[in-house]
């Protein structure tokens, strides 16, 4: 096959990847940009809902009292977790009730329900769950994750991620001999023709945005690796675990244990801790988890989260923590592929609205670029 042969099989290849999948990418993201500003939106849209108001003289609610009542509200359900805000006296605390994951392939995987407590009245004043009610933007983060469509949505997501990882080297393939110019401001463009614009658009557009959706995209693939490998596929089984109320035993795990009890353990021993939530498995694993961050930032603003689980006798079972100089080179490539390749959020505000601004322009250079491939071939027949 000549050079010339192949460059042109590429470029239709280039133009059809981005044809056939650039509707899909505008979903994705539409839902990406919900992921970056997911805690900003959620106070826009929800914040006043959370609002409570302090009782002078009266402590706010325990965990043990919470757990109870998440137990009241979700009595059948695969774990319970609750939560605290600590750092807002005038927020609500909540209690969700996690449904069994049944492991279809087609299925979402987690759905629950949740419920927002006032800690001083230790009423309900807010409900929301993970089908979008009273929750739309954590919906469109299930929606970017896995197109709400389960372990196989996310398969497909990481396959998109692969196919415009292809999109984005057979554009650089193809135009390497503008890239630099357009890089440097060297280039000369032409705006009197629309296949003109479309193609000069089409060629700045994704000079600039090539080195960012390539950290967007590769990391987006990284973070579903496990999917492509054989041991996953394996062990993937669409047959569910029932749970039904006559299986009561499987609802009471914790007897004679105090979950603040175990939070005042667990501070103990990791100071640095600021516990966020604790979730009560309802299976046979019997798993009590406290989670929380450490005031040691992993990367630039990146959270450096902590788990420690317990057996439901109390007994420490596993500490997930560790510090930044104890990780692995590969642990820190984990974490700083999560907090910048694929979100901007190790780089802060101005992170973010790059990375939300550069996750659009696959869509746009899809569109673009089928129309330039589109005229050329239909100049090319006539």
Not at 16 to 43: F, K, R
Not at 79 to 99: C, F, M, P, Q, W
Request: aromatic share 16%; with cysteine.
């Amino acid at each position: 096959m000549s050079k010339q042969k192949l460059l042109r099989r590429l470029f239709s290849w280039h133009a059809y990847i981005g044809l056939i999948l650039g509707t899909i990418y505008l979903i994705v993201s539409i839902s990406g940009a919900t992921v970056v500003y997911v805690n900003e939106l959620t106070e826009w849209a929800y914040g006043d809902n959370l609002k409570v108001s302090p009782i002078c003289g009266k402590a706010p609610i325990s965990y043990d009292k919470m757990y109870a009542l998440a137990r009241k509200e979700y009595p059948y359900v695969q774990y319970h977790v609750v939560g605290k805000d600590t750092e807002h006296e005038n927020r609500a605390y909540s209690l969700a009730g996690v449904k069994p994951h049944l492991h279809q392939l087609w299925s979402p995987g987690l759905q629950y329900d949740l419920a927002y407590v006032d800690p001083y009245s230790e009423k309900i004043i807010y409900r929301s769950n993970s089908y979008g009610y009273h929750d739309f933007f954590h919906w469109l983060i299930g929606l970017h994750a896995y197109l709400q469509l389960g372990d196989g949505g996310e398969f497909f997501i990481s396959f998109l991620a692969l196919a415009m990882l292809g999109s984005l080297i057979t554009g650089t393939i193809l135009y390497r001999k503008s890239f630099f110019r357009v890089l440097f401001f060297r280039a000369k463009f032409k705006w009197s023709t629309r296949k003109a614009i479309f193609a000069n658009i089409h060629r700045i557009v994704g000079t600039w945005a090539l080195l960012i959706n390539i950290l967007i995209f590769f990391s987006g693939f990284y973070l579903y690796k496990s999917y492509w490998s054989t041991a996953w596929w394996k062990n993937t089984s669409v047959n569910g675990i029932s749970y039904h109320p006559q299986n009561a035993q499987l609802y009471n795990p914790i007897k004679g244990i105090s979950l603040d009890s175990l939070a005042r353990i667990t501070q103990e021993k990791i100071p640095e801790l600021t516990l966020q939530s604790i979730a009560v498995a309802s299976d046979s694993t019997k798993i009590i988890s406290l989670v929380g961050i450490s005031s040691e930032k992993l990367f630039g603003s990146y959270d450096n989260y902590i788990m420690v689980n317990y057996k439901t006798d109390g007994t420490l079972m596993q500490i997930e923590y560790k510090k930044w100089k104890d990780l692995s080179a590969s642990e820190k490539w984990d974490n700083i592929n999560w907090a910048i390749l694929h979100t901007g959020w190790g780089l802060g505000n101005i992170g973010k609205a790059i990375w939300c601004l550069m996750g659009f322009m696959p869509s746009v250079l899809s569109l673009s670029g089928f129309i330039m491939w589109w005229n050329k071939k239909s100049k090319k027949n006539k």
